[in-house]
């Protein structure tokens, strides 16, 4: 039986947050009209989420759910917006990824099956059911309100504010809302638990 591989904290971060960062960086840098920066940093945005799915595979012999929805997603509206010169498509991205991933946990939970569990599970070991079917569900309402804040920041935000809340509004409040799970988290487990590092829409 092959041994499962995991990422170490720091490659998982590079992996889970090098293509925001990316998407940033050319943003701010490109030349040319707003249109132009917004079309260079997709395209380099979706390289980088390749590059991040490679790694993936490369490290720990498969790619994430999480991954394979994000590159999937990040491959159609980024190419959309390239081919059609048009920002509000890999702007409806993130929309698109975290109602994906809210459907699919509050399905999960419908079914009796905390779906969270079989991509968090190596980190977490010690958490009991109860545990699981908390933080499934806790994630669950986490994705859907973040559904509703693109789509507000979108709508109110010129481009360039938009990417850096994306980058760093949602970054924050994605790690305070992991945060806030700890309690949670010790309270069912039969371990000390640490927040995992949040995923990225």
Do not use: C
Request: proline share 6%; charged share 15%.
């Amino acid at each position: 039986m092959t041994e499962k591989r995991e990422l170490s904290t720091g490659l998982k971060l590079a992996v889970d947050y090098g293509p925001l960062l990316v998407f940033f960086g050319v943003n701010a840098l490109a030349p040319g009209s707003d249109i132009d920066q917004a079309v260079a940093a997709t395209a380099a945005f979706m390289v980088a989420t390749a590059a991040a799915m490679l790694v993936s595979k490369l490290k720990t012999g498969r790619i994430s759910t999480m991954l394979w929805v994000t590159g999937v997603v990040v491959a159609v509206f980024g190419g959309l917006t390239i081919y059609l010169h048009d920002q509000r498509f890999i702007q409806i991205k993130p929309s698109i990824v975290y109602a994906v991933l809210s459907g699919t946990l509050f399905f999960g939970l419908l079914t009796g099956r905390p779906l969270l569990r079989t991509v968090l599970e190596s980190g977490f070991p010690a958490l009991r059911p109860e545990g699981w079917h908390k933080l499934t569900r806790n994630f669950a309402w986490f994705f859907l309100a973040m559904v509703a804040i693109n789509e507000v920041a979108r709508q109110m935000l010129s481009f360039d504010s938009w990417v850096t809340f994306k980058v760093w509004g949602v970054s924050a409040l994605s790690f305070a809302f992991m945060f806030t799970q700890l309690p949670m988290l010790m309270k069912h487990s039969d371990e000390p638990q640490e927040p995992p590092i949040p995923p990225q829409g």
